[in-house]
Structures are given as structure tokens and as C-alpha cells.
């Protein structure tokens, strides 16, 4: 990125931010449970989330005009599956003058008295390298749910879409963040499963990684908010419909082990292992 050169106002507030605040960067695939998440860390007295901002969940991508939001992509179930959404360090984008552009667009926003400043966009899990470009000191905390219930979740918004393009988005996104995460220095890749199972340990962790002081309240956490998910889908596995039957046979024949290599099942939906690290393939 360039040197600074002659800036304006907002642009020297734009520097300040950036040099003077530890940013914190949540995403994850749309209903893997970001927005709990989000508001569960920005309860930390250390950190601020994006608040009263107006726009759908307070998300950033909807208050700057510099990176495309998820819906120039195809929007929820979709975004992944497009090529162009994945934005790494070569991207043109990738300069001083958006990082500061953003933080600026983002600042009325925040609570700027607090060190750590947090935003969360669901198309951040593509494009990490990016904003890890613009923003070097940054710290990634991507959250990752079982495909089944993201995609039957994400079927309610997007009801002419098949399961199997919302499945390939899941897979399409986690596939590229997998690629992603070698170049990345500072991120946690987090299961949704493990948080809403342990949260406080979970949170503990996090906020030492860090480096909070004192603990994230564990609020807002819900171990149940996948069990009608869950149940659904068990029921298609024995339904008597024969269609229905036999679209559950075909998924989990055409998914299963791909989702083994994430460290999920389509059978045994309380399988979840950590997700897998590039060193360990």
C-alpha cells in the first residue's frame, strides 16, 4: 500500500483508527450464527460492536462503499458459489486509502473509547486476505455450523433454491476460507457447535486470545436454537414419502464426505470435530 501523503480530515481520522485500535473481524456463512456471536463479544466493556447503524443485523458490509456486499454476489445461499466474491491481497482494492475510507464509514458507529472495534459481514469468510491487506493488525474469528442446518435454515430465504446449490455454497465457502487460513496471522476458526455447547470455556479462550481482559459474558447463547433443524432432517432420513427419502439417500451419497473432511456428518448430526488446519492435511 502507498505512502501517506498529503490527507484530509477524514482521512487522518481514518489512519488514527486504524493504527491506534485492534480490529476484530467476524464472519461466517449467513445462519452459522455470527450475529449471537457478534453480540455476545461486543458485551465486553474492551470491545465495540457496530450499533444503532439502521441496516440489516448492524452489519458493515451494508455501511461502506468500498468492498461489494454479499448481495452484488447472489446474496444468502449464494454468494460463495461466485468466483469473484473471493477478494485476497492482490485485489486492487487493497490500498491505504480504503482501509482508511472504511474505518471512517464504520466510525459513527462504533464506540471509539474502547480499543478493540468489531465488525461482522457474512461475505468475510472469502475475503480475509483482503481485509487483512487493509488492515494488518486484524484478528479473524470466523464461525463456522453444521451444513445441514445452515442450509435448511438459508431454505427459508431462499425457497426456490435446491438444497444441493445451498450445500455447494456451504462447501464452496469453507473450502476457500480452508485455503485461506495458511496466509492468514491472526484468526479462529470457531464451530458453532462448541460454542453453544461450552460457551464460557469457549469465550475464555477467545478473550485470552485476544488478549480482553476479564471474561465475555456467556449471553445470548442458545444450545437449542439447531434442534428443529436437526429434526427435520432426521425425519426426512425415515420418512414414508419415497421422493423425500430418496433426496435425503442422495445428499448425504453426494455430501457425506466432504463433510467428514470438515468435521461434520450427514448422519450423525452430533458428530463435530475441530476444523481441519492446513498443516494437518
Excluded at 26 to 36: A, N, Y
Excluded at 62 to 73: G, S
Excluded at 83 to 98: I, K, Q, R, V
Excluded at 197 to 206: F, K
Amino acid at each position: 500500500m502507498g505512502a501517506h501523503g498529503q490527507r484530509g480530515p477524514a482521512q487522518r481520522l481514518g489512519r488514527s483508527l486504524v493504527d491506534t485500535h485492534e480490529f476484530v473481524f467476524v464472519g461466517g456463512l449467513h445462519r452459522s450464527g455470527t450475529s449471537p456471536f457478534a453480540a455476545t463479544l461486543a458485551r465486553h466493556p474492551e470491545v465495540s460492536g457496530l450499533s444503532s447503524t439502521g441496516v440489516k443485523e448492524d452489519e458493515g458490509q451494508h455501511l461502506q462503499d468500498v468492498l461489494p456486499a454479499a448481495r452484488v454476489h447472489g446474496g444468502a445461499g449464494r454468494f460463495a458459489l461466485d468466483p469473484g466474491a473471493h477478494l485476497t491481497e492482490d485485489s486492487p482494492l487493497a490500498t491505504e486509502a480504503n482501509a482508511e475510507r472504511m474505518a471512517v464509514q464504520w466510525a459513527p458507529y462504533w464506540d471509539l473509547a474502547r480499543p478493540f472495534l468489531m465488525e461482522k459481514s457474512p461475505p468475510t469468510i472469502v475475503r480475509t486476505r483482503l481485509l487483512q491487506a487493509l488492515f494488518p493488525r486484524a484478528r479473524f474469528v470466523i464461525m463456522v455450523r453444521h451444513p445441514v442446518v445452515v442450509t435448511l435454515s438459508t431454505r427459508k430465504w431462499r425457497k426456490t433454491a435446491s438444497l444441493a446449490s445451498l450445500f455447494d455454497n456451504w462447501f464452496a465457502a469453507h473450502q476457500t476460507l480452508f485455503g485461506d487460513l495458511g496466509r492468514l496471522t491472526d484468526v479462529q476458526v470457531l464451530k458453532y457447535e462448541h460454542l453453544v455447547q461450552a460457551p464460557r470455556p469457549t469465550l475464555a479462550g477467545l478473550a485470552d486470545w485476544l488478549g480482553l481482559h476479564g471474561e465475555v459474558p456467556a449471553v445470548g447463547i442458545h444450545a437449542d436454537a439447531s434442534a428443529g433443524y436437526e429434526e427435520l432432517w432426521q425425519r426426512w432420513a425415515g420418512s414414508r414419502v419415497p421422493w423425500r427419502r430418496a433426496e435425503y439417500a442422495r445428499l448425504v451419497e453426494r455430501y457425506e464426505t466432504r463433510a467428514n473432511a470438515f468435521g461434520y456428518s450427514l448422519t450423525d448430526l452430533a458428530a463435530c470435530e475441530a476444523f481441519p488446519s492446513p498443516t494437518e492435511v
